[in-house]
């Protein structure tokens, strides 16, 4: 009996459960959505323009994890859409998984002698990076999207450093374990009806269990109905009108953006930023506009007499909502490059957007040169029709396609072309 009481013996984990079969069932769906989660997660890096130093990221050493930055393109212009919809969605609706794969090999992290030779000593090293950095992982990035930038500028380097410690530890546990996990999964289809798992396939069968109260497939069955229902209240976040009503989990504290043309949602309120009403007023107003040629200052009647272009745009963030398309109307970024001295369509240079908001990390924004160049990317004045409302960026806000909603600056007070 006293080899039952600690959890370094064998016979102290009695679930009959455990067994290799369904620790590689859902060790194959994690490798399946754990790589998706990555490479999602590295082109949301990507899409936030961390190259355009110190103003959207100043992550120390991205320059060798960054390694494979590219600029994200502005085509099709529900790209983070999809791409950030999927990260967040995905992660979310794999956590049932994620601790189920935990609690069918907790006896092994448990296991006595710590290390049976150089070989386990090592495999043992890189399973305490893999269950600690998809802990990480799983961690801030819930917190991230569910209480809205608990680590305000530090999300990015927490989560862009855990995801490549994370990764490497799977990439060789996948290595070590892949072919194993196949083995199980094709020799319980080839047999009839439910493998009954034996001691000798492995340490993670108990050598004494209780009786089953539920089957292995149904065990399986109950992990993936968590996931399903994770996915079914999640999944809302990434649409308007009543299906966000279905996205239970999603948060709903700030503002509730009614109906109307500014009926979307809303990230931060103009009263959250600290915008007076006063420094936004026709008469207070003016857009600096800076670049090779100098400065101008324009007023909203100014804006308004360039020429005006349409976009219909989504607004996507990196925490998983986003709106379908909105109508926005207002000034090409490019029109305003060339009035301060880059007209040449193949001469246009990247800007720093900067906002009335005094405080706050997302009061400026870096555009990439093939951003300000799309004739889709506008300084917004108008949304669906009427005029910008005070919490979508009144009087003007950037709009440019298929970026992540951070760069979309609302409140714009300056542009300054080709100054990163
Ligand atoms: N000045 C300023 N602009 C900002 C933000 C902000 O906090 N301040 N939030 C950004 C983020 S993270 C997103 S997702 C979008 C949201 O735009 P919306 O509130 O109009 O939907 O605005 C972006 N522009
Ligand atoms: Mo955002």
């Known amino acids: ?45 990507a899409a936030y323009n961390p190259g ?4 959207n990221d100043q992550t120390p050493g991205k320059g060798i994890l960054g390694f494979y930055l590219f600029d994200w393109p502005t085509r099709p212009r529900w790209l983070y859409r999809l791409t950030q919809g999927v990260h967040v969605t995905l992660g979310i609706t794999l956590i049932p998984v994620l601790l189920a794969k935990l609690w069918s090999v907790v006896p092994r992290l448990f296991a006595l002698p710590p290390a049976r030779s150089l070989t386990h000593a090592l495999e043992r090293i890189s399973l305490l990076l893999l269950v ?38 799977f990439a060789v546990h996948v290595a070590l374990k892949l072919p194993t996990a196949l083995r199980h999964v094709r020799r319980a289809r080839g047999a009839d009806g439910e493998p009954t798992p034996k001691r000798e396939e492995g340490d993670l069968v108990s050598p004494r269990p209780d009786p089953p109260s539920v089957s292995r497939r149904g065990a399986l069955w109950l992990v993936g109905g968590g996931s399903l229902l994770l996915f079914a209240t999640t999944a809302g976040r990434s649409f308007d009108g009543p299906l966000r009503q279905t996205a239970l989990l999603a948060p709903h504290g700030g503002a509730d953006p009614g109906t109307g043309p500014g009926g979307f949602q809303i990230n931060k309120t103009a009263a959250y930023a600290g ?7 026709e008469e207070a107003w003016r857009l600096v506009v800076t670049g090779r040629t100098g400065t101008v200052r324009l007023g909203r009647a100014d804006l308004l007499r360039l020429p005006l272009h349409s976009s219909a745009l989504p607004i996507a963030c990196v925490e998983g909502w986003s709106t379908s398309d909105q109508w926005w109307r207002g000034v090409r970024l490019s029109d305003l490059a060339a009035l301060v001295g880059y007209g040449d369509a193949d001469g246009v240079p990247d800007v720093l957007v900067e906002s009335l908001q005094r405080h706050g990390a997302f009061r400026r924004a870096g555009l990439r040169a093939n951003q300000v160049r799309d004739p889709l990317s506008l300084l917004a004045l108008y949304v669906n029709g009427e005029d910008l409302t005070p919490d979508h960026g009144y009087p003007a806000r950037v709009i440019v396609p298929a970026a992540p909603g951070v760069l979309n600056t609302k409140w714009v007070a300056r542009l300054t072309f080709g100054a990163l």
């Open 1 to 45: 009996m006293s080899d039952r009481r600690l959890p370094s013996s064998p016979g102290f984990w009695r679930s009959p459960l455990r067994g290799p079969w369904f620790t590689s069932v859902l060790g194959l769906v994690l490798l399946a959505g754990i790589t998706v989660l990555f490479v999602t997660g590295l082109v949301s890096y």
């Open 275 to 281: 915008i007076d009403a006063a420094e936004t007023s």
């Open 52 to 55: 355009l130093t110190p103003v």
């Open 132 to 169: 600690g950095g998809g802990l990480f992982e799983f961690v801030t990035g819930v917190l991230n999207v569910q209480l809205d930038y608990v680590f305000p500028g530090s999300f990015y380097p927490l989560h862009f450093y855990g995801a490549w410690v994370f990764f490497a530890a």
